[in-house]
């Protein structure tokens, strides 16, 4: 990859770079600026532009804006391999289990899904829309688990996960049919005829490494890459599950947490439902079992049973956390 070359097709002139994570930072005559390689067809890219360019002119200012290149594009190609560059923001990541840097990135995150709302991508651009979906998707997931049960017990010799597995799985099995009846119950249909028609959005992955805290306090938001169309209310309740494992699933910081964003856009009973819904499924175990089934990960046992930890966390303390969560509905 030839740095430089990058950095002239957008019109900088690179003078130094450092890796970070799987980014380089540059020092440049138009200040700080990452430069990537995008492991994105152009068409979702142009779907990914858009929609920061959309929520920079809507007000929601404090984001990752990509650089255009000499090619009018936001993107070059060097080697068939394609490269974005964006200004670098300058702060720390946000920290969850600190009370006003929750608070001000909750608020944030309302003001986003504000800013996006009615978004419509450019001709060219993908139609990332994940509206509608969630009913097919946790039928799908829950055959899955029923399918890899059955093979589990079939197996005569099991392995440490088969065991781990099939300790678990009739909890979650359990879990995950209660939360497709609370999505049915939350009127998720009409929902999302009335989200089609206001072209709501997500980021997708609103997590506190692509939360930045500015100096000034400021909230700003990186990484679109998984940004579509979709019901806000799936960022906000993703959240808040990834705050409850730091905080034992304790249902007065998640309640502050969604007056927080109710503070901006009010939040509706329906709403409220999918939340539960969301809280519900046992996304988690899920995720873990195809990633060892499936071979998804280059995990060894040791990895597994450390990050089997957070799926037993959430069993200790799902059920009473939903039963909160349900009588506060």
Not at 36 to 49: F, M, Q, S, V
Not at 166 to 184: G, K, N, P, Q, S
């Amino acid at each position: 990859m030839q740095i430089e070359a990058i950095g002239r097709e957008f019109d900088c002139r690179i003078y130094s770079f450092r890796p970070l994570r799987a980014v380089y930072i540059a020092e440049t005559n138009r200040g700080p600026m990452i430069v990537k390689e995008a492991y994105k067809d152009p068409d979702k890219l142009l779907y990914i532009h858009g929609l920061k360019e959309y929520l920079y002119e809507n007000g929601f200012s404090n984001l990752d804006r990509y650089l255009m290149a000499r090619n009018g594009l936001p993107f070059v190609i060097q080697d068939n391999r394609i490269f974005v560059m964006e200004s670098f923001i300058h702060g720390r990541e946000c920290c969850f289990t600190n009370p006003f840097d929750r608070e001000n990135a909750v608020k944030a995150l309302a003001r986003l899904h504000m800013c996006g709302k009615g978004y419509e991508p450019t001709t060219g651009a993908s139609a990332r829309n994940n509206i509608g979906k969630w009913d097919k998707s946790h039928q799908k997931k829950i055959n899955y688990l029923l399918e890899i049960k059955n093979k589990a017990i079939a197996k005569r010799k099991k392995d440490f996960y088969d065991k781990m597995y099939l300790r678990d799985v009739d909890f979650m099995i359990h879990m995950a049919w209660r939360a497709y009846d609370t999505l049915m119950d939350s009127n998720y249909k009409e929902v999302c005829k009335k989200a089609e028609n206001d072209r709501t959005i997500c980021h997708h992955d609103y997590t506190y490494h692509n939360i930045i805290i500015s100096n000034a306090n400021t909230v700003n938001v990186i990484d679109f890459d998984y940004s579509c169309h979709e019901l806000p209310i799936y960022d906000l309740a993703a959240f808040v599950m990834k705050v409850m494992k730091r905080f034992y699933f304790d249902i007065d910081i998640a309640l502050k947490i969604i007056n927080d964003y109710d503070s901006i856009i009010p939040l509706s009973r329906n709403d409220l439902m999918m939340m539960l819904s969301i809280f519900e499924f046992p996304q988690r175990f899920w995720r873990m079992t195809e990633r060892y089934y499936e071979d998804k990960t280059n995990w060894d046992e040791a990895r597994f049973k450390q990050k089997y930890g957070d799926v037993d966390l959430v069993r200790e303390h799902i059920m009473a956390f939903t039963e909160k969560f349900r009588k506060y509905i």
